[in-house]
Structures are given as C-alpha cells and as structure tokens.
Nanobody
Framework: QVHLVESGGGLVQAGGSLRLSCGFSGSINRIFALGWYRQAPGKQRDLVARVTGGGISNYADSVKGRFTISRDNGKNTLDLQMTRLNPEDTAVYYC????????????????WGQGTMVTVSS
C-alpha cells in the first residue's frame, strides 16, 4: 500500500502562483508513476501532470508551460509548481500513485490522496 497526503492548496488571484506538495509513504519501491489530477465541480477527474520512476513527465495541454511536476526521492514528496493561474484552474487537486501489484489484473493498483482545494479568483 501507498499513503498519500496533499498540502498547499488555497485561494490565489488570477496570475498568481501556488505550490502543491504530496508526501508519500508505504511501498514506495513499487511506485511506477506519480501524478497530479484535478476535478472541478461537476466535471470528471483529469490528469494534470505525471512523472514515471524513470523521470519521464507529461502534462495536460492546458497546463503546459505553466505547471511543473517534480519528485524528491530523498524527502518522498511530489510537488506541483503552478504559475500564471487562471480561474479555470480552480479544482480539487489529487495526488495519485500507480503501484506495481502482481495481484491486480492490470498489474497496477492506483492510490489517491484526500485532495486539496485550489481556488483562483478573477
């Protein structure tokens, strides 16, 4: 199992910046990838950014050039630096871990944090 705890959400004005952090613990040697997802009111949960254990990262088109995902293996944290925020970035942000699991049909079990709210005012 992997336990995820997010922090750093809050209220920010449009154009501002915010940094989210996710602490992870447990079977960290089985983590295949870590990521940030977000869910706006009434919408589905979507990928924001993801980084694999090999350091390959990908971003949603809407955040490319504005958000940066980074993993610190020494501190067991996953950060999301968000800049030039706009009201469309308002959502609950969730930390996600894809963990290798031979007991799973897909070979991967997904874990989620509790989420942290980001509100961008216009």
């Amino acid at each position: 199992q992997v336990h995820l705890v997010e922090s750093g959400g809050g209220l920010v004005q449009a154009g501002g910046s915010l940094r989210l952090s996710c602490g992870f613990s447990g079977s960290i040697n089985r983590i295949f990838a870590l990521g940030w997802y977000r869910q706006a009111p009434g919408k589905q949960r979507d990928l924001v950014a993801r980084v694999t254990g090999g350091g390959i990262s990908n971003y949603a088109d809407s955040v490319k050039g504005r958000f940066t995902i980074s993993r610190d293996n020494g501190k067991n944290t996953l950060d999301l630096q968000m800049t030039r925020l706009n009201p469309e970035d308002t959502a609950v942000y969730y930390c996600n871990a894809e963990v290798l699991d031979i007991s799973s049909a897909s070979g991967i079990t997904t874990y989620w944090g509790q989420g942290t709210m980001v509100t961008v005012s216009s």
